[in-house]
Structures are given as C-alpha cells and as structure tokens.
C-alpha cells in the first residue's frame, strides 16, 4: 500500500511548489485564453529584448497532456529531495532548478543561433518553445549519474530505469510527439551533466538568493522595456522593432487584456 498523498507532498515540498506553480498558471493561461505565442521562447523575440520569456516559457505549457507529462515525470523526480546524505536534498533541488531554467534556455538559444547564423535555418528564428521539459530531463540526468539504480515512474504505471531514462524519453517524446522539441531536451540533458560532474558546482544560499535578484530585475526590466506590462514607477526609453511581435495591454471597458501577434502553430515546440 503506497504511502498517504499528504505524507509524499511533506517529502517532496519543493517539488509539489513548483507543480503547484506550473498547474496555476496552466489554469490561469487556460482561463485567460493566452496562446503560446503570448509567453514562449524564440530566437526572434530574445533577441528583440523579450528576455522575460526565459522564465515564462518554461513555466508554461500548451494542453493539458503537455502539462501532466511533464509533472509527472517532475513528481517522480522530487525524489531528490530526500537524497541529503548524498549531498543532494531540498537546498540542491531549489538551488539547481534554477541554473537549469537559467541555462538550458540560454543554451537553446545558442543552439538556435549557431543554426541561424552559420547554417542559415531561418526556420529557427521563429520557433516558440514552451514548457518545463528542459529543467525535467536535467534532473533526470543528474539522478541518473548520482543514483543509477532509482526508477522514473510516469503516470503511476510506467516505469524506467533512471539510467536510461534521459535518451530513451529524448528518443521516445521526439518519435512520439512531432512537437517536442530536441533541441530544448538535448540543452537540459548537457546542463544537468555539467551538474552532476562537478562542471556547474558551488551554488549556495547567497548565490541562489543572488542569481534571483538578478533574473527578478532582469524579467522586470525586459517587460518594460518590451512594454510586455506597464510599470508606471519604472521609466525607460522603449527600442521597438515592428518586424517582431508586439505583446501589450490593451483597455476593454474596465478591464485588461493581453494581446499579441500570434506565430503560426506550426512554429511551437513543447518543452
């Protein structure tokens, strides 16, 4: 007999957060009839100053499978937390967690670049990512090197090896899901190696709390500037390009409502 929910989420308290936030804003997204285009990540749009969208896109998912997928493979991972005696537990998960939603996005980004620039796949410039996959398979990755022998348990009845688990989900989801996006897996996978052999080390509190302050003022700083949301308090000189998509608040009656120039679907890839 498997041990109470509530038992598993005291276990787990990072891990059921950070679920908690992902399932919030699926529903907020839902309710508010946000595309994917309003908050994912593409080349175009990063390079337009939409630096926001690093954070925003990988909390973000597109259906409702996209967000079960990727929280239960999450919950399944959680596991890390309870591995303080191999020096892992709640500090290392927080603490990582956001190096890799850090990294595996700007790592995306570089890879997009490079298939720009030097390989001249324009397609690239405007494929939207979104999704909290990139962060999932780096944990899976860092488990797989720290404990080989754990499982990953998928939707309470499949279950893989953890050592395998990284490139047989890579493999899997690109075969299976025409939309998930390789690239986005593979910058989780090579970030969460660098994690786990010692590559990205020395994280800690004050470091955690300082790369935060950062990522808030950055996130901050690019919505205003991008005019994504009005800050009245903050002024700066807004650089627009009316080649990119513009995202803003527009008046109806006395509410708010976001708008955007949406891409075409064809264009997304789920993270």
Known sequence: MGKPLVYEILQKPATSCLIGICTTIWFYIQKKNIGYA???LSYETAVGGHHWR????AFSHISVLHLVFNMSALWSL??????????????????YSLVLV???GLLVLGFYHILIQKF???Y???VTAVGYSCVVFGWMTILAVKQPSSKLELFGFLSLPISFAPFESLIFTSIIVPQA???GHLSGIIVGYSIAWGLIHGMNNYWALTML???VFMFVFSLKRTGAFDFNFIEIEQVTDSSLPTVGFVASGNSRSLHMDALPLQSVEIV
Do not use: A, C, D, P
């Not at 959680?78 to 603490?95: I, P, T």
């Open 124 to 126: 690239f410039r405007r």
């Open 120 to 122: 001249k796949f324009e």
């Open 181 to 183: 996006s390789f690239l």
């Open 38 to 40: 309003n908050v994912g």
């Open 78 to 95: 959680g596991v890390v937390e309870q591995l303080g005696h191999m020096g892992l537990g709640v500090e290392f998960y927080l603490h």
């Open 102 to 104: 850090v990294l595996s």
């Open 54 to 57: 690093l954070i925003t896109s």
């Open 213 to 215: 302050g950062w990522i």
